[in-house]
């Protein structure tokens, strides 16, 4: 049985279609990512899935249990922890009177090890939280009674890099021992170092489903290229296999018309930037024929990842 099975689920909030038809499955003992940017849909999914508003259209089910069934959900909910992208605790109780609480509803079965590894400030009330206390409150609230399956909601924001590489380490130590993870994000970079297969959506629309290896592998590099000395376009253009986008900059060229113009000069240009989806190897060779002064190779943002595979600019 999968830990989640959405099946054709739409919800309409009048005129806005949040989530259109959206089918995938999240199978036990993985690590899934749910992408997308800001209003496509990611939150709607994830209330729907936890039974706090119903779906216009289709259905799915979550530890087995029916997501439209509120009994059944209230006895798959004991078995999943959940943290929202904006968790609410009572102001005026101190973390400590927070755990108490949520012991005492679902159980605290590790309690003392999750807050070595988060360690929120447990004896200050909440109101004096920051907005990273609160999230690292939450995530030992979420993990607390030991779930089978965590849904978290943008689970690091405002964690610093330190938090969030011991959450990383954490999550992926869990799913060794077999827990399932579904979270939501915008950043590429956090799906990357987190999960094991990737959902993009995209203005309510479930775009692809596949794994993060394949993801990052169609969407390319973006290499920026600094030489000492001009180096003529054509060298990245048309002598290297993989290269899109290209611009130039540092070189005699003001202006468009210029660029064009020097396009065909020998004289090149200092500055080459471009989205590459070769072998590193390949790039590495064409660089090394010149005088090198910087060479930076950084992940596609998400926006790019968008355009290039899915075209347009539509809720991005
Ligand atoms: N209660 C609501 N009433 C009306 N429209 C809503 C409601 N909740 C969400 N929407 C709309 O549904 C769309 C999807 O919103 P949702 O919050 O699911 O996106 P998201 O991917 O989680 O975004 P973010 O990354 O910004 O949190 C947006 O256009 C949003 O404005």
Avoid: W
Avoid at 103 to 128: H, M, T, V
Avoid at 142 to 153: K, S, Y
Avoid at 176 to 197: A, K, N
Wanted: glycine share 12%; charged share 30%; with cysteine.
């Amino acid at each position: 049985m999968a830990a989640i099975e959405l099946e054709g689920l739409t919800k309409e909030y009048g005129e806005v279609v949040a989530n259109d038809d959206v089918s995938f499955t999240v199978e036990r003992g993985e690590i899934f990512g749910y992408l997308g940017p800001n209003g496509a849909g990611k939150t709607t999914t994830i209330r729907l899935l936890l039974g706090f508003i119903s779906p216009t259209a289709g259905g799915g089910r979550i530890l087995g249990r029916d997501i439209t069934d509120e009994r059944e959900l209230i006895e798959a909910k004991r078995r999943i922890g959940y943290l929202p992208d904006d968790p609410q605790f009572d102001e005026s109780a101190t973390g400590r009177e927070v755990l108490e609480v949520h012991a005492g509803i679902k159980g605290d079965e590790r309690s003392d090890e999750l807050l070595e590894l988060f360690d929120p400030p447990l004896d200050r009330p909440i109101r004096e939280y920051s907005h990273g206390n609160v999230r690292k409150l939450g995530l030992v609230t979420t993990f607390m009674h030991d779930p089978e399956l965590v849904i978290l909601d943008e689970p690091t924001s405002g964690l610093d890099p330190l938090m969030k590489q011991r959450f990383a380490d954490f999550v992926r130590a869990e799913r060794d021992r077999g827990l399932t993870l579904f979270f939501s994000s915008h950043i590429l970079g956090e799906v990357r170092r987190l999960c094991d297969r990737v959902g993009i959506i995209r203005a309510g629309n479930l775009v692809t489903v596949e794994p993060i290896d394949a993801l990052l592998h169609r969407s390319g590099k973006v290499v920026r290229v600094v030489t000492a000395d001009s180096v003529p376009r054509s060298t990245f253009e048309d002598g290297l296999e993989g290269v899109h986008d290209l611009e130039v900059g540092g070189g005699d060229a003001l202006d468009d018309a210029a660029v064009d113009a020097a396009d065909s000069s020998p004289g090149g240009y200092r500055e080459h930037t471009f989205t590459f989806t070769g072998a590193v190897d390949d790039l590495l060779a064409a660089v090394g024929e010149y005088d090198l002064v910087d060479l930076t190779i950084e992940e596609a943002p998400l926006e790019s990842v968008f355009l290039r595979f899915y075209g347009g600019d539509e809720g991005v």
